[in-house]
């Protein structure tokens, strides 16, 4: 018998876990670490699991059997195949679970299940769109590395490349530059060795840097020009005729989505809900089919 249906977003920053029972009463929600596969598939079970008890923990109630659980889980990284086939094969026994995207999920819960688009921009950013016939398409999201650009990790590598410039003495050191070397190391070994272990996540804690030095410094604005421009060009490819309402999620799109040119922000609106509660809305589907055959 399945007593309870649990929606997680897991992304690189941190994962939340959204817990109702299944007549439908919300129960708790539940915060922990990272899960996004890229930072492994062990860690991203460390912390989904340590949401879901985090969540039964705040409602005061022992965390059941996971077979009386239905998780359905939007996961950064669940893209790629062999990380999503490793993921699921860590199922450590719920009644059923459905591994996502993060970006789908959050797409569901923004436009409540109907078609729509979402451009997101956090720590990693990309677009994803579901059409009014049910096909779907997805822009961007190829990882820290290679692309995510607009993000926050890419807004912070940025920032550490310029902070490195200017140590050079290729560029002037400039207040976003100064700010690099607190955060980071102000010789050239303590720099190279944040550089040397840094992640994605570590980048993109440099972000904040860049906003807040963008009055007093050209650099970080030109830096954030071109978040802008690459926020702009994901929206247009995620859907070039404009036809789909589009939410803006995460917390550089959600900063930068005023700045848009008006025929981008014309098609803006509110997101009606978040990720958990998208990945909720799954859990929900997910459960119905055995519901039905129980009767």
Not at 90 to 107: C, H, I, K, R, V
Not at 246 to 274: C, K, N, T
């Given at each position: 018998?399945?007593?309870?249906?649990?929606?997680?977003?897991?992304?690189?920053?941190?994962?939340?876990?959204?817990?109702?029972?299944?007549?439908?009463?919300?129960?708790?929600?539940?915060?922990?670490?990272?899960?996004?596969?890229?930072?492994?598939?062990?860690?991203?079970?460390?912390?989904?699991?340590?949401?879901?008890?985090?969540?039964?923990?705040?409602?005061?109630?022992a965390?059941?059997?996971?077979n009386?659980?239905?998780?359905?889980?939007?996961?950064?990284?669940?893209?790629?195949?062999?990380?999503?086939?490793?993921?699921?094969?860590?199922?450590?026994?719920?009644?059923?679970l459905?591994?996502?995207?993060?970006?789908?999920?959050?797409?569901?819960?923004?436009?409540?299940?109907?078609?729509?688009?979402?451009?997101?921009?956090g720590?990693?950013?990309?677009?994803e769109?579901?059409?009014?016939?049910?096909?779907?398409?997805?822009?961007?999201?190829?990882?820290?590395?290679?692309?995510?650009?607009?993000?926050?990790?890419?807004?912070g590598?940025?920032?550490?490349?310029?902070?490195?410039?200017?140590?050079?003495?290729?560029?002037?050191?400039?207040?976003?530059?100064?700010?690099?070397?607190m955060?980071?190391?102000d010789?050239?070994?303590?720099?190279?060795?944040?550089?040397?272990?840094a992640?994605?996540?570590?980048?993109?804690q440099?972000?904040?840097?860049?906003f807040?030095?963008?009055?007093?410094d050209?650099?970080?604005?030109?830096?954030l020009?071109?978040?802008v421009?690459?926020?702009?060009?994901?929206?247009?490819?995620?859907?070039?005729?404009?036809?789909?309402?589009?939410?803006?999620?995460?917390?550089?799109?959600?900063?930068l989505?005023?700045?848009?040119?008006?025929?981008?922000?014309?098609?803006?609106i509110?997101?009606?809900?978040?990720?958990?509660?998208?990945?909720?809305?799954?859990?929900?589907r997910?459960?119905?089919?055995?519901a039905?055959e129980a009767?």
């Amino acid at each position: 018998m399945v007593d309870y249906l649990i929606g997680v977003d897991g992304g690189g920053s941190g994962t939340r876990a959204l817990i109702h029972r299944s007549r439908g009463d919300m129960v708790a929600t539940g915060q922990a670490g990272p899960s996004a596969l890229q930072q492994g598939v062990a860690q991203a079970w460390d912390n989904v699991l340590a949401a879901i008890r985090d969540g039964f923990a705040a409602a005061g109630i022992a965390a059941p059997s996971w077979n009386r659980c239905v998780v359905a889980a939007g996961i950064s990284g669940v893209s790629h195949g062999p990380w999503r086939d490793a993921f699921l094969c860590g199922d450590p026994g719920f009644a059923q679970l459905e591994a996502e995207t993060d970006s789908f999920t959050m797409l569901m819960g923004a436009h409540g299940g109907r078609p729509g688009a979402i451009l997101i921009a956090g720590t990693g950013s990309i677009a994803e769109a579901l059409r009014a016939d049910g096909s779907r398409a997805t822009v961007g999201g190829w990882g820290f590395r290679v692309d995510d650009e607009g993000s926050g990790g890419w807004l912070g590598l940025l920032a550490v490349r310029h902070g490195l410039a200017a140590f050079d003495g290729r560029v002037n050191a400039s207040a976003l530059a100064r700010r690099v070397w607190m955060h980071c190391g102000d010789d050239r070994e303590t720099l190279q060795e944040w550089c040397g272990n840094a992640g994605q996540f570590e980048f993109a804690q440099l972000a904040r840097a860049v906003f807040e030095c963008e009055d007093r410094d050209p650099a970080a604005a030109g830096l954030l020009q071109q978040a802008v421009d690459a926020l702009e060009e994901l929206a247009l490819a995620i859907d070039p005729r404009g036809r789909l309402p589009l939410a803006i999620s995460g917390s550089i799109g959600e900063r930068l989505a005023a700045r848009m040119r008006p025929f981008v922000r014309s098609r803006i609106i509110p997101a009606q809900a978040g990720a958990a509660e998208g990945a909720l809305m799954l859990a929900r589907r997910l459960a119905q089919p055995a519901a039905q055959e129980a009767v």
